[in-house]
């Protein structure tokens, strides 16, 4: 009548669900799908955890509608795409 106990991952030898990453983060800004600026950096990303990565980006001199975007590589090595639209402008500080 009982039932048999329930297996985990790790009683099947599968690997942990959550494991750190790390690889190159890349920043662009782009508008119209032409790449303004771009920059990369690479980052480590403990599992579970946050962690602020700061790239030092050159601004495009175009002004207008544009959008950011961040891509990095997922565990199975794809690439994973992050995009906002934001509006480009000229600022000289």
């Known amino acids: 009548h009982g039932h048999p106990p329930a297996r985990t991952n790790q009683d099947a030898g599968a690997a942990a669900p959550y494991q750190a990453w790390s690889g190159p983060v890349t920043l662009r800004v782009k508008s119209a799908d ?9 980052a480590r990303i403990e599992a579970l955890a946050t962690t602020n990565v700061v790239i030092g980006l050159t601004w ?28 480009i402008r000229n600022s000289n500080f």
Do not use: F, I, W
């Open 34 to 42: 032409r790449v303004l600026t771009e920059a990369s950096l690479d």
């Open 60 to 87: 495009p001199q175009q002004s207008g509608p544009g959008v950011l975007e961040v891509e990095l590589h997922g565990a199975d090595g794809k690439p994973v795409h992050c995009l906002r639209n934001l509006g």
